[in-house]
């Protein structure tokens, strides 16, 4: 390679770096709209300081190294796949930058600010038309060809869209034109006419991203993705939408939608982190974190499958409104590993008011809740939803907030179940009330006091030996079931134990207060064949009751050693 070549290489990189820049800036102030698209450099054009001398030689290498975005406008490509290499989107700061190569068939008009570049764009030196320039605004050959065109990605970072880490600028315009592009990469899987790849992901940069404006994604397979709680979301203070991010589609269902890994600040705004709407297809909430939010960090609306995971929620406003999660007509869901905090304080028995979290109408919620802790006057408000699943409801430090299992306006609560339950804290935030529920079980419940209301019906509570202490409290009369129960069981109107093979096994206190007799509507048939003490017989005070192998009735004042250490009652035949 001769020095003449070495000499020139070292000269267009100093020129691509700094020269075409400067004269770019040069351009850009003699004139009102910004830079000058096209414009040619003294001597030359642009296209040829660039790609090689006098025009007849070649560029030596195949890839120029360049500054910042601000060098794309009014260079063109000489051949179709002439490359670039852009340093960064904005100067000086490394980020946003990649290849670009010269698609001499591409239209114009098909400029994105991104991943699709028309050098007839104006683009001002500090950047401070970026949304216009985003959106073509500006365009003085819009009905030419020849663009410079980054090479497809299944991730997509937002700093190739000139997205600002800063907080200081809105960062609406930068995630729409993206999300347009990723929404363009989707197709339906091959022999498939419906929706169903996972499409493009956007990637958010680490540090604060303004949002003043609600972003709606209408298209499916796009995919949000932060560096967790290294990405913040906040508004700049005017911000009016009901969230910073919903996916919804008035016309048709969305699918294959998801949102991970950032941490959202309601800044003392009433703004939802994350509203997913109409969505038939897996919808995935995970890794997302919030606070001084006014409202839900995370919202379903009727969509059919969805995962909410590692979920951090905490209003910090004492007495809030806020739910944590909010899930409203929907199916097959799972909650999982979350810890939330709904911030109801208040006394009395408030309901939807500040629950950690909240379902309503709900068809199935499978696998509801697994390693989650609760805390607020209410954990968890499940209305009118239908074959709730949760287990291992287990509370961490903070405690689990109360209970609340109860009909909608248009639903009744059926088929719930939950699994060790330990309720903690003071007054209603250890209480399980079921109300209006027909069919609902708790399993294995550790702490705190369960109301079945007049209103329920078959219900089951299986209370461990882990539950010394619980009270279980059942108002009316309406078919309830108590089953394998270690505690204390106040009854105000009555107990119903149906099955042949059902018992009630009492080591504390069963208190029938409101009941003068116990009237079976079938013979009761009591476990009476001696084998141990404990397995056999009938107590009453210090007498044993059983009956002997021969079938003859036997009592003994204390306990037997042997089927037949008693005395024969009466005369048998």
């Not at 001002?124 to 090479?151: K, Q």
């Not at 363009?184 to 790849?197: A, D, I, K, V």
């Amino acid at each position: 390679m001769s020095n003449e070549t070495m000499s020139r290489r070292q000269l267009l990189t100093v020129l691509g770096a700094a020269g075409i820049g400067a004269v770019g800036a040069t351009i850009a102030a003699t004139s009102a709209t910004g830079i000058v698209s096209g414009a040619p450099y003294p001597g030359n054009s642009a296209v040829r300081s660039v790609y090689g001398g006098g025009g007849e030689e070649p560029c030596d290498t195949q890839t120029c190294s360049l500054v910042s975005m601000l060098d794309l406008v009014g260079l063109e490509g000489v051949l179709n796949g002439s490359m670039v290499h852009l340093l960064g989107y904005r100067p000086g700061t490394g980020l946003g930058g990649g290849l670009f190569y010269w698609d001499s068939g591409r239209p114009r008009s098909a400029h994105n600010g991104g991943t699709i570049i028309s050098p007839t764009v104006p683009l001002l030196p500090d950047f401070s038309n970026l949304s216009g320039y985003l959106n073509g605004t500006g365009e003085t050959a819009p009905s030419a060809i020849g663009c410079w065109v980054r090479p497809l990605q299944s991730e997509i970072p937002l700093e190739q869209f000139g997205i600002d880490p800063t907080g200081q600028t809105d960062s609406y315009d930068v995630i729409m034109k993206a999300a347009a592009y990723a929404t363009s990469l989707n197709h339906n899987p091959p022999g498939q006419s419906y929706q169903t790849n996972v499409g493009a992901t956007l990637v958010f940069p680490r540090g604060n991203i303004r949002i003043d404006r609600e972003v709606v994604f209408a298209g499916w397979g796009i995919h949000l993705r932060g560096h967790r709680l290294m990405t913040r979301i906040c508004n700049g203070g005017t911000f009016t939408g009901e969230a910073y991010f919903r996916f919804y589609n008035a016309a048709t269902y969305l699918s294959d939608v998801s949102c991970q890994d950032m941490a959202f600040d309601g800044c003392g705004l009433a703004v939802k982190g994350v509203v997913f709407q109409r969505c038939r297809n897996p919808v995935i909430a995970s890794g997302l974190s919030g606070q001084y939010m006014g409202a839900a960090l995370v919202k379903t609306v009727q969509c059919d499958m969805w995962l909410i995971d590692d979920i951090f929620f905490i209003p910090l406003v004492p007495g809030s409104s806020a739910n944590g999660i909010e899930i409203i007509d929907g199916n097959e869901g799972v909650l999982s590993r979350a810890k939330l905090f709904g911030w109801n304080n208040t006394a009395g028995t408030e309901k939807t008011n500040g629950s950690a979290v909240y379902i309503e109408d709900n068809e199935e919620v499978k696998l509801f809740a697994v390693e989650i802790a609760f805390f607020g006057r209410y954990g968890l408000e499940a209305k009118g939803t239908f074959a709730m699943k949760s287990y291992d409801l287990q509370a961490e430090s903070c405690g689990l907030g109360g209970i609340i299992i109860t009909s909608s306006a248009t639903r009744r609560a059926i088929y719930c179940t939950l699994s060790g339950t330990n309720l903690d804290g003071v007054g209603n935030q250890k209480k399980l009330w079921i109300d209006n529920a027909l069919g609902c079980r708790v399993l294995d419940h550790t702490a705190g006091s369960i109301e079945l209301t007049a209103n329920s019906e078959k219900c089951v509570v299986d209370i461990s030996a882990g539950g010394r202490g619980a009270a279980v409290t059942n108002a009316g009369a309406n078919n309830v079931i108590i089953s394998d129960f270690f505690g204390q069981l106040k009854v105000t109107g009555g107990v119903r134990i149906a099955g042949t093979t059902g018992k009630v096994t009492a080591e504390g206190t069963l208190s029938l207060e409101a009941a003068t007799s116990i009237v079976p509507k079938k013979f009761m048939t009591f476990q009476s064949g001696w084998s141990t003490l404990d397995a056999g017989g009938l107590r009453l005070g210090t007498y044993r009751l059983w009956v002997d192998s021969s079938g003859r009735l036997r009592m003994k004042n204390g306990d037997p050693t042997s089927d037949t250490d008693g005395d024969i009652v009466g005369a048998q035949s």
